[in-house]
């Protein structure tokens, strides 16, 4: 969708075409010469449009919010995460606010509200800013570019493309065998298990050089270094039950049953927020400052607020939700009982379609242009248009399909009772390779 404006002032006749902030010609002949050089500021109307407000009045001693040319890098790439910098001169107007954001660069430049775009804040409200985005998706190309406000209006810097580098492992957690085990994806073998995992590893995420793992039986959720594969911390959780999780960077978001979402501090691995009334949170996805829950009991998805950690509203879906993704500016959840998926569109919270598909839906995830289903009831996978609402393929996959996780064209699946990982390629959907783990895999993990 092509990013407009709704210009406030009439004098101004036409669409803006300059993004950085800084009006460089006179837009109409009646225009002051005054406005050459001069900021605008954009305020969010919603989640994909922005309004132009114009100063009260022009500035006559203090300049815009300038960003030198080069201004925009990086200085450390991995394969899901990146460090990013940018540079401006306030010329004396203090800095309130400042960001990044990160888009995949398949997608026009412009559209930079929608709902994949992640909004990375600095706190420090000065030159340079830089900031780490993690949770980035291995082998994919994604473009950012830093923002800052002042009194003034906002700008923003030169747009500044990257890929991420392959991922060198993935990891499943093995209910039956109660480990971990460490994949090595050039070779698709098994090169490190961590054992001692209190019972049923069932759900997981890596962050830098750790994976956070939640405990199905062992009422816990356990930190384990990817380098040695060994448990470096644990918090009990008091209750029994998956708890599927997600994370900022800065706090893991946990589902905790049976009824709320946890907001753990990842520098002290303390909790430190908890958000209830949910009924039995099954998993959880960010979108910008929101998270959205599923709940297997309530057949609902909650929207809470990840800053005050209240609930911000509730949307019915189909029975026993399970998996969500979240998918340009909608999210598609599983309905485990009902053998659909349910598409809402975040912009009003509304579910504006429902998708028949397998047997007992379990595991969702998007690649670029598709939506992918894993049936565990059905053994197979169906693979969704997002823009049709339809199922264009189904795909045999044998041994109870459950969670998956990408590597560019690759997804790897978690076959619970085959205790294997399988590997699905995304461009000729089929299965490419089948690696032996242990027993009764639930999750896998990039």
Known sequence: MAQKFRVQETKVKSWLSNRSGIITENMTSSTPDKLVGSTFKTVLVNEFWEQVVWP???PTTTAPIMWGAGTTTISAISDNWATLWGTYTDWGSPITANWFVVYPSGNASTVIWWANVTQIVDTTLSSPLSETTITLVASTNYCFKPYATNAIGTSYGTELCFTTSAAP?????????????????????????????????????????????????????????????????TINTWVVGNKYMTTDGEFLYVCWAPGSLRKVNLSTFTV??????????????????????TNNAGASVSKINTTTMTVVTSIA????????????????????????VSKIDLATDTVVATI????????????????????????SISKINPTTN???ATIAVTGWPLAFESVWDKWYIACRDSSECKILNTVTDTIIATIPVWASPYGVWI
């Open 390 to 392: 339809a199922v264009v």
């Open 56 to 58: 009260e009045s022009w």
């Open 169 to 233: 492992f993935v990891y499943t957690g093995n209910l039956g065998g109660n480990s971990v085990s460490k994949i090595n994806t050039t070779t698709n073998t098994v090169v490190a298990t961590a054992t001692g995992t209190t019972s049923q590893p069932h759900s997981a995420i890596r962050v830098w050089n750790n994976i956070y793992v939640g405990t199905n039986v062992g009422a816990s959720i356990q930190r384990i270094d990817t380098a040695t594969m060994t448990i470096t911390g």
């Open 317 to 340: 879906v189909w029975t026993w939700p399970i998996w969500i993704a979240i998918y340009n500016w909608f999210a598609f959840v599983c309905n485990h009982n009902s053998n659909s």
């Open 356 to 379: 028949a598909v397998g047997t007992n839906p379990y595991g969702i995830g998007q690649s670029q242009w598709f939506i992918y289903v894993t049936n565990y009831g059905g053994n």
């Open 272 to 293: 430190v927020w908890t958000a209830t009334w949910l009924s039995s949170p099954y998993q959880v996805k960010l979108n910008w400052s929101f998270a959205y829950v």
